[in-house]
């Protein structure tokens, strides 16, 4: 999968940029801020997710504009696609996005269509950060693979802030004790569908992980990659134990409704699930060194690529942002050698941060402008 064009104009500080993108190796050059990390950003949205720097939907739109308007095309190895995405001031709720000429309704239809990778500094938090990042992270892992895995987790989260209102209710004295079972039923069955495929995923994030981390570091050291289940400790069930896994699950929110009642919130669940990424055996979150960590989620969200890529017959596209600049000249060669075979967008204050770059286009940004050179 490939871009082969890209519009963006009003999407932040972007304007009238009209760029035609390489099929392998693409360097976005310029200084701070004048809209490197914007023009990735604008990529990346093509893929349904929300903004990857958390950026709100009022945001997007240029300050003294009141239309931004994004385009793009690609190959997604069968045929060229479109996509189409406005959205107007005057109502940030109303996107108008159509895919292939033919209006769809949310960003669910992109998800399904373009499939990108993104790797920025702040992604260190996928070692250092609370667990939420880790689960948003093989949350997206697994929908890009099983499409049914989406509704799965959009589910997870609606049942579970049910359940969690009516606790608060329940301890108000304004709804029956009992009427939380139903709720305890359907979140066991969703929740332990979704720790099962986490864990699924996780075993080949891991294998890709140990491999990828023993090349960048000449086998110097080990990286492993484990999903500690809140339910079902590190053994998360198999697709055969699906039954007693959800009975399990379920006794464990029927034990401690008296807890979560006073509490006001679920303590149980996938909802408190975490990876552990260890080197040499110890936590890296607590034992590693900042290169350390930098390393290992960069090796994570490469993990990631080769997965999508052995799992289907097209390659996501890499858009990594501010990296490769802090990498020495032989680590920069083992990222290119990793994704050899993938459309790679890489952002730089320069062209001589990025070091054997013999074949591609380079883009200069100044000032929300992008000239091809």
């Not at 159509?98 to 920025?120: C, E, M």
């Not at 579970?160 to 004790?177: E, F, P, T």
């Not at 920069?332 to 591609?360: H, P, R």
């Amino acid at each position: 999968m490939y871009v082969t064009a890209v519009k963006a104009d009003g999407y932040k500080n972007l304007k009238n940029v009209m760029i035609t993108p390489h099929p392998e190796y693409n360097l976005i050059t310029g200084m701070n801020a004048q809209g490197k990390t914007n023009l990735l950003e604008a990529i990346w949205l093509m893929t349904g997710c929300r903004s990857f720097r958390g950026s709100k939907d009022r945001d997007y739109i240029c300050l003294d504009k009141n239309i931004m308007e994004l385009g793009m095309s690609f190959y997604d190895g069968r045929r060229t696609q479109k996509i189409e995405y406005a959205m107007s001031r005057e109502n940030i709720k109303d996107k108008k996005i159509k895919l292939n000429g033919v209006p769809i309704k949310g960003t669910n239809g992109l998800f399904d269509s373009f499939k990108a990778v993104v790797f920025t500094p702040d992604d260190t938090e996928l070692i250092k950060g609370g667990p939420e990042k880790r689960r948003s992270f093989v949350d997206l892992c697994c929908c890009q693979l099983n499409g049914r895995c989406l509704d799965s987790v959009r589910r997870y989260d609606l049942l579970l802030n049910h359940r969690n209102v009516l606790l608060k209710s329940i301890a108000a004295g304004k709804a029956s004790r009992d009427s939380v079972y139903v709720w305890d039923q359907q979140l066991a069955a969703i929740g332990t569908f979704v720790s099962g495929k986490r864990h699924e995923y996780i075993k080949k994030l891991n294998k890709a992980c140990s491999e990828l981390y023993s090349r960048i570091t000449g086998g110097r050291e080990e990286l492993t990659v484990s999903y500690n289940s809140n339910i079902f400790g590190g053994n998360p069930p198999e697709e055969n134990e699906g039954n007693d896994a959800v009975a399990k699950y379920y006794m464990k929110l029927s034990d401690s409704v008296e807890d979560d009642i006073r509490l006001g919130y679920t303590l149980w669940g996938a909802h408190r699930d975490d990876l552990i990424v260890k080197i040499n055996g110890l936590n890296i979150r607590e034992f590693g060194s900042q290169g350390q960590k930098k390393t290992a989620a960069l090796v994570m969200k490469l993990g990631q690529a080769e997965i999508y890529s052995k799992n289907n017959d097209e390659t996501p596209v890499i858009l990594l942002d501010d990296v490769m600049g802090e990498l020495d000249e032989s680590r920069q060669a083992l990222v290119f050698d990793i994704v050899k075979n993938m459309q790679v967008f890489i952002t730089a204050c320069n062209e001589n941060a990025v070091k054997g770059l013999s074949q591609g286009a380079v883009f200069r940004v100044e000032k929300g402008e992008v000239t091809q050179y």
